[in-house]
């Protein structure tokens, strides 16, 4: 059974930066797509970013494009997505998500089969 693990959120000011890792047990890395979801309080979880199971393209909402990086490490089985200049609108819970079948390129609307707890991200003054 495969089993995701999302940690590293915390309270941040505006502009700083967070990683978080999202640990995979149970399978392979590099046998699935891998994203990134957050949902901000009284709004629906949004995909912010995802990498597929090649590496070879990723995808980043509109509005987190320049600022976060998504990355993995298949020897540690970890994927990790790194935010600079965040701003107060990033507050949310971060979930790590993952999708078992081949695509070219990752959508978020293709995850829902297996998703992390969540870490919460804050940021504020």
């Known amino acids: 059974q495969l089993q995701l693990v999302d940690s590293g959120g915390g309270l941040v000011q505006p502009g700083g930066s967070l990683r978080l890792s999202c640990v995979v047990s149970?399978?392979?890395?590099?046998?699935?797509?891998m994203g990134w979801f957050r949902q901000a309080p009284g709004k629906e979880r949004e995909g912010v970013s995802c990498?597929?199971?090649?590496?070879?393209?990723?995808t980043y909402a509109d509005s987190v494009k320049g600022r976060f990086t998504i990355s993995r490490d298949i020897a540690k089985n970890t994927v990790y997505l790194q935010m600079n200049s965040l701003k107060p609108d990033d507050t949310g819970v971060y979930y790590c998500?993952?999708?078992?079948?081949?695509?070219?390129?990752?959508?978020?609307?293709?995850?829902?089969?297996?998703w992390g707890q969540g870490t919460q991200v804050t940021v504020s003054s």
């Open positions: 990498i597929v199971r090649t590496g070879l393209s990723t």
């Open positions: 149970g399978d392979t890395l590099d046998y699935y797509n």
């Open positions: 998500a993952a999708d078992p079948y081949i695509r070219s390129s990752c959508e978020f609307s293709s995850f829902g089969d297996y």
